[in-house]
């Protein structure tokens, strides 16, 4: 009896699998270039971190070990380069035992004054070059942005003269009263501003604001980002002026941080143990604030655009 023939439909038939089809030479190029690629990315973005962040290691490393401990690994270089092999406070503790700590709050003192109020008076003359129809206020501005080219040295000795002929010399309202408006601020702020809508300030005005109502309830809650980005450079100038401390304050005991870990550098001998842990302490609020309000940094930054 014949059996009945099926006929082969090709669903047992079985599949190729990935290492039944050829492979294509041009797509294994392609991922070996794409790997190097990669890699080499990596290695470069590796170096450049290590090119800047070594260093800083070893000035925090190097506030933490006795100055006998930080030379005796240099060579050949090795773990305890960066490492300290005996480790210690007492650095910190001579620091302060030294009037550092004064120091230290002499620059918090001006930066906490200094930097609010330059805030305000630049976001405020910012605000008048874009929404108040000043006469001449792009001529006024274009002055403001030729004294961007200035360098800042150049004016020093003027400006010791001004403060001296205001009697506040060798104190710390010398520090904060010249430098209550920048020109980068008001730059920043108008550019800022000038990515609003034109809409918030008509609405505001329908609403019978006043100019000064208008910046404070309506402009400034909009310009939060901006504020932290100028915030925190404005901190970074206050907090790491020098040359102007320098000139400006002979009485040590109202001297700020930044010349205050100057005066450890001595021609006949150089504790550089105790210089690294001054810099890590003035390098810290520095860090800390910046980790803290990156995200509204980059984001003001971002959103600033160039426009005329």
């Known amino acids: 009896m014949d059996m009945p023939t099926h006929k082969n439909t090709g669903r047992n038939t079985p599949r190729p699998t990935r290492e ?9 190029i392609r991922r070996i270039v794409r790997f190097l690629g990669l890699s080499a990315r990596a290695l470069l973005q590796l170096i450049v971190v290590l090119f800047f962040v070594l260093p800083f290691l070893w000035m925090i490393f190097g506030g933490v070990r006795p100055a006998s401990d930080l030379f005796s690994h240099l060579y050949p270089l090795q773990w305890h380069t960066i490492v300290p ?11 302060f035992a030294m009037g550092f700590g004064r120091s230290f709050l002499n620059s918090i003192i001006v930066a906490a004054f200094s930097v609010p109020l330059a805030l305000l008076l ?14 001449g206020r792009r001529l ?3 002055m403001l942005m030729v004294m961007l080219i200035i360098p800042k040295e150049s004016i020093l000795i003027p400006m010791y003269l001004v403060v001296t002929s205001f009697h506040m010399q060798n104190t710390l309202a010398a520090l904060v009263v010249p430098w209550l408006a920048h020109v980068f601020g ?14 918030i300030a008509d609405a505001a005005a ?22 932290v980005t100028v915030a925190l450079v404005y901190f970074m100038w206050s907090w790491n002026a020098f040359l102007w401390p ?3 304050i002979q009485d040590q005991k109202r001297q700020v941080v930044q010349v205050a870990a100057a005066t450890f550098i001595d021609p006949d001998f150089t504790d550089w143990s105790l210089i690294f842990a001054a810099n890590t302490l003035a390098a810290l609020p520095v ?10 940094y980059i984001q003001g930054v971002a959103r600033t655009g160039l426009h005329g």
């Open 206 to 227: 329908i609403d019978g604001a006043s100019p000064f109502q208008t910046y404070w309830r309506v402009m400034l809650p909009n310009l939060k980002p901006a504020i």
């Open 122 to 135: 630049d976001s405020m003359a910012a605000f008048a070059f874009v929404w108040l129809r000043l006469p």
């Open 246 to 248: 320098l000139i400006a």
């Open 287 to 296: 860090i800390l604030l910046f980790l803290w309000l990156q995200r509204y």
């Open 85 to 95: 092999s005996v480790w210690t406070l007492d650095n910190f503790g001579e620091l």
């Open 186 to 199: 008001i730059f920043f702020f108008r550019q800022f501003l000038l990515d609003l809508p034109q809409e």
């Open 140 to 142: 006024i501005f274009g």
């Open 20 to 28: 039944d089809k050829p492979t294509d030479p041009g797509s294994v």
